[in-house]
């Protein structure tokens, strides 16, 4: 995708924090529909049609292809050449199609119809159209619609524009109705439980994940919820909770031994939760987060890593990166930096930590060549010819798809950094 090739503008910092580069020009990174590999993953009763091209069911079929080892949960309605003419009613075959999916297939009992660049170029309402398929559709099978498009989404803005949706179908929190925590943005199954378990052994109650399992497990919302954030990349759905009344806990992100455990706090603090019953709850935990993240110091401390803007995980990955492995963040790139969401990460940034936002590609690959980082963690695209010039390189996606939040992930998250590295020196030998 491209845009405008505006010079940079470097924004003026906020009071203690680094100046933020800001670009735009041509861009490196994935549409929205990415979102689909993981979420169809996490909700098993609900399914995603992309209204799209035979471009975007590449995408989908390549990046989730590998992955899927059941009947998939999603599935692209193409639009052809016939309705990118006008000559077919879109919204007539959409309806067949839709049909024909919920009578072969009586498991869904959500669906989303995800808009894409040519379902936008043709100008083809999924709102409209996820009204009327939802009112013809059998009772107890919603039908929601949100846009993954590369025109209005990088990568995780699809999560966000996907969870964004359900928070309207949240029922409304019943009067008197005790406090409640929500945790939002889609994590492993294996790690949601840990988390389960941890905020039970400090007290908290009625915890519950946006989004949840299935859709019957969709949760109440209202002034007596407060929520977290797991993901950083969520600004659209935490601004329509807030408008729902439920409150933001600010806190960094659960990566690595301290982000974990200053998330956790976040919320313990929240809650009035005492320091005593703090530490005997994340002790043990935190100590072999620690420790399993210790294992790799050894291979990346004094190393130099350039990450350049894709998943909006590139903030608080830096911090993990400086802060418990000791390497040095020679840039950090984000799609977008929000100030607000991210501020307790920006805190923990080693000072002057160079940040970017947006991206010129040619211009950050000219600084990123410049500055021979160790490490770069790049999207796909970037990735390949980085590492024909003698650059290692980590896929950002990965980041993604890996269950990487929480304590007992923390090791396997320095891992996904020491394994380029490792590579190459065998490589060498
Ligand atoms: Fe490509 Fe747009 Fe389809 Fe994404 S939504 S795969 S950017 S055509």
């Known amino acids: 995708m491209s ?33 689909i590999v993981w979420l169809h993953r996490k909700m098993r009763d609900a399914f995603f049609l992309v209204v799209g ?47 024909r999916l ?3 297939r009586p498991d869904i009992k959500l669906l989303f119809l995800v808009g894409s660049c040519p379902s936008e170029v043709i100008k083809l309402d999924l709102a409209r159209a996820a ?36 928070v309207p179908e949240l029922a409304e929190e019943a009067p008197g109705a005790p406090r409640s925590l929500l945790v939002v943005g889609a994590l492993a199954e294996a790690v949601e439980d840990q988390m389960r378990r941890l905020f039970a052994a400090l007290g908290i109650g009625h915890v519950s994940f946006l989004p949840p399992r299935c859709a019957a497990g969709l949760p109440p919302v209202g002034p007596r919820t407060d929520f977290l954030l797991a993901q950083p990349f969520l600004a659209e759905t935490a601004r329509v909770l807030e408008e729902r009344g439920a409150r933001r806990v600010a806190a960094p992100f659960p990566l690595g031994a301290e982000g974990t455990t200053l998330w ?57 990166l400086s802060r418990e492995l000791g390497m040095q963040p020679v840039e950090v790139g984000t799609p977008y930096l929000h100030r607000q969401h991210l ?27 410049a500055a021979k980082p160790d490490l770069v963690v790049c999207g796909l695209g970037l990735a390949n010819p980085l590492e024909a010039e003698g650059i290692a390189t980590k896929w950002s996606i990965e980041l993604v798809f890996t269950p990487v939040q929480g304590y007992e992930q923390a090791g396997d998250l320095a891992a996904l950094f020491t394994r380029p590295l490792d590579r190459r020196g065998r490589l060498r030998v």
């Open 3 to 35: 845009a405008s090739t505006a010079a940079p503008v470097r924004a003026a910092p906020a009071a203690g924090r680094p100046a933020v580069l800001r670009e735009r020009g041509q861009r490196e990174v994935f549409c929205g529909l990415t979102g």
């Open 131 to 166: 009204k009327r398929l939802d009112r013809a559709a059998a009772s107890g099978v919603r039908v929601l619609h949100y846009s993954g498009s590369g025109i209005e989404t990088t990568f995780t803005q699809g999560e966000d524009a996907c969870l964004a949706s359900l």
């Open 343 to 369: 501020a307790e990460e920006l805190d923990l940034l080693p000072p002057g930590t160079p940040l970017s936002e947006g991206q010129h590609v040619d211009r950050q690959l000219d600084r990123c060549r």
């Open 264 to 320: 956790l706090r976040a919320a313990a603090d929240a809650w009035g939760v005492s320091a005593a019953r703090f530490r005997e709850a994340t002790a043990a935990g935190e100590k072999r987060a620690r420790d399993s993240v210790a294992r790799h110091r050894p291979a990346l401390e004094g190393r130099r890593v350039f990450l350049f803007p894709d998943s909006q995980l590139e903030v608080p990955m830096a911090r993990f």
């Open 53 to 99: 091209s035979r471009t975007c069911a590449h995408l989908l079929q390549s990046a989730a292809g590998v992955m899927i080892f059941a009947e998939p949960r999603f599935a692209t309605a193409i639009i052809d050449e016939r309705d990118l003419a006008g000559m077919a009613d879109a919204n007539d075959e959409l309806d067949r199609v839709v049909a």
């Open 102 to 104: 919920l009578e072969r």
